[in-house]
């Protein structure tokens, strides 16, 4: 089993579409969870984070986390075609003096204008 | 403020050959990570330092070290290199190495080895 899991998609949506992102991780213990945006070709841009069960909400993004499914996702109101990237979801784990970042594969978004 | 900054931006070596990567983190961060990233995959955890003290090592060979300066910029070495090590290498930093601190990238180091 990954530690981290996406659907690697390709995951296609109308412009103005809700895009709706899913991320599972199997260490219980995690901690802090990170969505990433990354355009082909240019390193991971931090979009989102949350640390605690519930939604958190910032502008057309909203991650929301469930530790006791142990599920992550994100939800991408109003598509834009710019929105088309590979997203990222990454953990912190709760072993471990270091608190270095485990990334699944990416999901890959296509926003279709 | 200036983000995170890495040199080189691009780098071809050969294989056996010896490479050095430089990042400097966003003014204030005190913690660097480097990370590996192949195609298709998402970034691979490599070394994590902190007030110049290496705080974690991911599943990496011997081949690669690091380091980290009084002035919180960071260096990447990579000894004997094979083609497997053809990757984007990845630099982050961050206020401290804790985890609420997210972790900001730089544009990375594109490496090819020939």
């Known amino acids: 089993q990954k530690e981290v899991e996406q659907n690697s998609g390709p995951l296609s949506v109308p412009e103005g579409a809700i895009a709706s992102l899913n991320c599972t991780y199997s260490d219980r213990g995690s901690q802090s969870f990170f969505w990433y945006r990354q355009y082909s070709g240019k390193s991971p841009e931090l979009i989102m984070f949350?640390?605690?069960?519930g939604d958190k909400e910032d502008g057309r993004f909203t991650a929301q986390l469930n530790k006791a499914s142990q599920y992550v996702s994100l939800l991408i109101r109003d598509s834009q075609p710019s929105d088309s990237a590979t997203y990222l979801c990454?953990?912190?784990?709760?072993?471990?003096?270091?608190?270095?970042?485990?990334f699944g594969s990416g999901t890959q978004l296509t926003v279709l204008p | 403020d200036a983000g995170v900054t890495q040199s080189p931006t691009h780098l071809i070596k050969t294989r056996g050959q010896h490479v050095t990567l430089r990042c400097s983190p966003i003014s204030g961060h005190k913690s660097v990570s480097w990370y590996q990233q192949v195609l298709g995959q998402g970034p691979q955890f490599i070394f994590q330092y902190y007030e110049k003290e290496e705080r974690g090592r991911g599943n990496f060979p011997d081949r690669f070290s690091a380091r980290q300066f009084p002035n919180y910029s960071s260096e990447l070495n990579v000894n004997a290199l094979l083609l497997g090590d053809s990757a984007l290498y990845l630099c982050a930093s961050s206020l401290g190495p804790y985890s609420n601190q997210p972790q900001h990238f730089g544009d990375g180091t594109r490496l090819s080895i020939l």
């Open positions: 949350i640390y605690s069960n």
């Open positions: 990454a953990v912190i784990r709760s072993s471990g003096s270091a608190r270095q970042l485990t």
